[in-house]
Every structure is written in structure tokens, then in C-alpha cells.
């Protein structure tokens, strides 16, 4: 059945962080995006966030308002088939320009599934695909200090299941001793993540590989600074790799090439979407390399099709505790995410009721 968008909306939020957030050379204090809100001709409403990351999109918030305005009006009187069989079709068919930014993307796909669904009765996650009651996350470590272990061991008393350690940031001999203190505290049970952020030149990456080639690790995410010697590295470590970067800069073939990466991050902010995301998850099936969900700090709109995302595939712990860097949301009162697991039902269902209406800022609204 066509459903016919008969309004959209743009609202712009800023929204305070519970502490200043270092994004490259910018220490970021509060998270700035844009909601988009589509209306269908029968009163269905689908919600989406575009909330560019500062030091890592190609886009700002500003390039995301001046092209949603531009592309609101050529939305708006647009129909499309919900059929929830075919989902991959039917966001191939909506009218992106080329030029579109990723977040964007994002969002619009967001809010025409959002609306698809409330037409179905149905749940975000049964529209993505067959969801997981419950959705695993990964604990992330504070970048610098010396109580890694010990929050590492706390992280694990909560119960979560895999743990994330940033590396790169100093010494490669600093590095080894940190993750090896960290991995000697934790059970053989937790899995220890590791991510570089393509820190290191060849030689560091194998030297920091050689000093924990006896440590269980899970991965470590882009450990080059040349993504090209990726497997040349590959080839002279038994390090487990995962990429990141990688996705938003070459198609999912690629992975193909890499027989020797073991999972691949993918941040649907920065990707383009979630057509972009779900053809990159099932290539990382296909090459059997683990597909692992991670935001970049979005508001709970956001957050919200992340975990439906996250339902709909493996089950495996995913990067989603960004959420707990918001002192505040757009939703009121927030989402129910905190811990070591998240309950879809009660998380992946939008609600216009619990907009946070004076957390937002009116840009544009365009009917048919």
C-alpha cells in the first residue's frame, strides 16, 4: 500500500553533554542536530535525527539545514510502498539527491520507516527484520588514567560482556602495559576491544601487535595510519582487525579483500543511512566478519533507530552507550538505556507524546 508524505518538518536542538566531549582539537560541549518530522496523508508520523559529528562528518549542522531545506519541498506529496518485505526497495526508491549529506540520510530514512510502521501497527525493529528482545552493549574506558583496570573490572561486575579501550594516544610501550593490565583483570569471558583511530605508522601498529600477541583480544578497530598496508599487517601479525573508517571511504567489496578482518563498525551517522548500513552488514556476514552497530552521540531519536538496527542483526555487544553523555534529550523523560543491556520493546518505539517540544527550535514546515 503507497503511503503519501503530506508534511515535513525541521527542528534544530541543542542539547548539553554531562561533560565536554574532545572531538579531535574541539572539546565539544553540547550535541547539535536536527529532527526531521514527516506526516503521512492518513496522520502517520516518523521521526529522524541528523546530528553530524563535529571532527569526523563531512558535513555540519548548517550544511545539513541549508540541503533539508531545500530538499523538504520535493519530499513533501511523495509516495512510497511500505511493503515490509522488501525494505532494501523501498528506501532505494526515495528521491536523495546525489549530493545528499550522510546524516541526512539518515534521518530521512529514518523518519519514512518511523511512518511505515505506525502505518503497519507495527515496531521499528519488525520492520528492519526479525529483532532480539534485548540488545548487548559494550562499556567504553576513559582515554587516559591509570584505573583502567579497575573500572574495566567494574564495567565487568555490572555485567557487560566486551569491553572498549582506546589506544593511540601515547606511547606504543604505554599502550601494550595498559590493555595487558586491563586484559589481566578482566575474565577470560569478557572480550576486550581496542581502538586505535588509525594511530600508528606500520612499525608501531606490528610493534604494539608483537607486545600483546599472547593477550586474547577481540580486535583492534584501523590500527593504520595507510589503511592500503591494511593487509600487510593483516598478513605479518596474528592481531584480529576491525574497520571503521574504512566503510565511509570504499565500497563493502572491499572487505572481500580483507580476509583477515574480524568484525566492522558501522555508525549509520557517518555511513549514509540505513541502506548503506544493512549492505555493508550483510557483506561483513557474508566474509564472516562481525557486524557491530556503534553512534556517534545522537539524540535519543537517533538512538532510538540504532537499537532497532542493533535488534535486527547479530548478537553481539554494540557501541550505543554514547547515549549516556546527554545530560538532557529530546525525549523527556529519556530513554531506559542504561547498563550492560537495553530492552528494545521498551527503547525502539517513538513517541510524539514525549517530545521534548521546548528543547526545539522550529526551522521549516512544508505541506503538499
Not at 574480524?262 to 549514509?272: E, Q, Y
Not at 534529550?329 to 543491556?341: E, Q, S, T, W
Request: proline share 8%; hydrophobic share 40%.
Amino acid at each position: 500500500m503507497p503511503v503519501t508524505i503530506s508534511e515535513g518538518a525541521l527542528y534544530r536542538y541543542a542539547l548539553p553533554l554531562t561533560e565536554p566531549l574532545q572531538l579531535g582539537s574541539e572539546a565539544v560541549t553540547r550535541r547539535r542536530g536536527v529532527l526531521v518530522r514527516l506526516t503521512t496523508e492518513e496522520g502517520c508520523v516518523g521521526w529522524g535525527d541528523a546530528a553530524p559529528l563535529p571532527g569526523f562528518s563531512d558535513e555540519t549542522r548548517g550544511d545539513v539545514e541549508q540541503h533539508a531545506r531545500a530538499a523538504l519541498p520535493r519530499w513533501t506529496g511523495t509516495s512510497f510502498f511500505d511493503a515490509q518485505g522488501d525494505l532494501d526497495a523501498m528506501l532505494q526508491d526515495l528521491p536523495f539527491e546525489a549530493e545528499a549529506p550522510s546524516s541526512f540520510r539518515f534521518a530521512m530514512e529514518g523518519a519514512v520507516v518511523g511512518a511505515a510502521t505506525a502505518a503497519h501497527e507495527a515496531s521499528i525493529p519488525e520492520m528492519l527484520g526479525t529483532p532480539r528482545q534485548t540488545v548487548a552493549l559494550n562499556a567504553l574506558l576513559p582515554r587516559s588514567g591509570a584505573n583502567g583496570p579497575t573500572q574495566a573490572v567494574r564495567r565487568q561486575e555490572e555485567g557487560y560482556r566486551a569491553v572498549k579501550v582506546k589506544v593511540g594516544r601515547r606511547g606504543v610501550e604505554e599502550d601494550v602495559d595498559r590493555v595487558r593490565a586491563i586484559r589481566d583483570a578482566l575474565d577470560a569471558s569478557v572480550a576486550l576491544r581496542a581502538d586505535a583511530n588509525r594511530a600508528w605508522s606500520f612499525d608501531e601498529a606490528v610493534a604494539f601487535a608483537d607486545g600483546i600477541d599472547d593477550l586474547p583480544i577481540a580486535y583492534v578497530e584501523e590500527p593504520l595510519a595507510d589503511p592500503a598496508r591494511l593487509d600487510d599487517f593483516i598478513e605479518r601479525t596474528s592481531l584480529p582487525v576491525a574497520l571503521d573508517e574504512t566503510t565511509r571511504e570504499a565500497p563493502p567489496a572491499t572487505l572481500r579483500g580483507l580476509p583477515g578482518v574480524t568484525a566492522v563498525v558501522l555508525k549509520p551517522t557517518l555511513l549514509g543511512g540505513l541502506q548503506r548500513t544493512r549492505e555493508w552488514g550483510r557483506v561483513a556476514r557474508d566474509a564472516g566478519a562481525a557486524p557491530v552497530l556503534s553512534g556517534s552521540y545522537e539524540s535519543g531519536v537517533g538512538i532510538q533507530m540504532l537499537v532497532a538496527l542493533a535488534a535486527s542483526g547479530p548478537a553481539v555487544p554494540v557501541g550505543l552507550s554514547t547515549y549516556d553523555r546527554l545530560a538532557a534529550d529530546v525525549y523527556a523523560p529519556p530513554l531506559p538505556i542504561g547498563g550492560p543491556n537495553v530492552d528494545v520493546p521498551a527503547v525502539a518505539t517513538p513517541s510524539t507524546a514525549r517530545i521534548a517540544w521546548e528543547r526545539l527550535d522550529l526551522i521549516e514546515r512544508v505541506s503538499s
